[in-house]
């Protein structure tokens, strides 16, 4: 299966596409962890990529729609993968649709994770008190993040609705109860 997770900062996202990729013995594709290793590596990528990072702004579209180019060529991809916090707004998945049609690939769903936004600030705010030993993980940069996502990433679901592609599940519940949602929706 193809597919891509959505959902905004604080949804568990991160959770479950590790019981997704389990599920269903896939690559698992995040720009964030990507762009996370290149800013350790202090690679071009790295060091062009951080300010935005550490700010809890997007990268410009360019630079991730060339690493997920990249990485949807390699092997592993050519029957099945779970992009992870891509694409993230409609010019990156106006770019993922060139490139996989370009690949002879298309698209089996979008899961989107949402929650509302009482339980993310929440959720957010426990993640920054507890350290998760991510640079952006604190309140200004987090409420930043959710800004960010309501204004470039949330139209994807219109998108992706409009193309009967949308899974849509309720995020709220405790983590067992949504990798439930998730499996069932996927009838996995
Ligand atoms: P994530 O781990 O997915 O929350 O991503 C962490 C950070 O990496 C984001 O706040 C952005 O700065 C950057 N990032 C990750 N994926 C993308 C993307 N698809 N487009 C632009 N920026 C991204």
């Known amino acids: ?18 019981f997704l990729v389990k599920a269903l013995s896939c690559p698992h594709i995040s720009t964030g962890d990507m762009m996370r290793q290149a800013v350790a590596d202090q690679s071009e ?12 702004d997007l990268v410009p579209d360019e630079v991730v729609v060339d ?5 949807l060529q390699k092997p592993d991809c050519a ?13 990156q998945a106006e770019s993922l649709s060139e490139i996989l049609s370009e690949l ?12 509302s936004d009482q339980v993310l600030i929440e959720r ?6 507890q350290g998760s030993g991510r640079s952006d ?8 993040r959710l800004s960010v996502y309501r204004k470039q990433t949330l139209p994807l679901v219109n998108y992706y609705k409009a193309q009967n592609k949308l899974i849509s599940v309720d995020g709220a519940g405790t983590i067992a109860q949504v990798s439930q949602e998730i499996a069932k929706a996927l009838d996995l």
């Open 1 to 18: 299966m193809r597919l891509i997770l959505l959902g905004p900062p604080g949804a568990g996202k991160g959770t479950q596409a590790i």
């Open 45 to 56: 990528i790295g060091v062009r990529v951080k300010t935005y990072m550490d700010a809890g």
């Open 67 to 71: 690493l997920i180019k990249e990485r």
């Open 79 to 91: 029957n099945s993968f779970l992009l992870d916090g891509f694409p993230r707004t409609v010019e």
């Open 104 to 115: 002879n690939m298309s698209l089996d769903g979008v899961v989107e994770i949402s929650v």
């Open 124 to 129: 957010i705010m426990n993640r920054a008190a």
């Open 137 to 144: 993980d604190n309140p200004e940069i987090a409420k930043n």
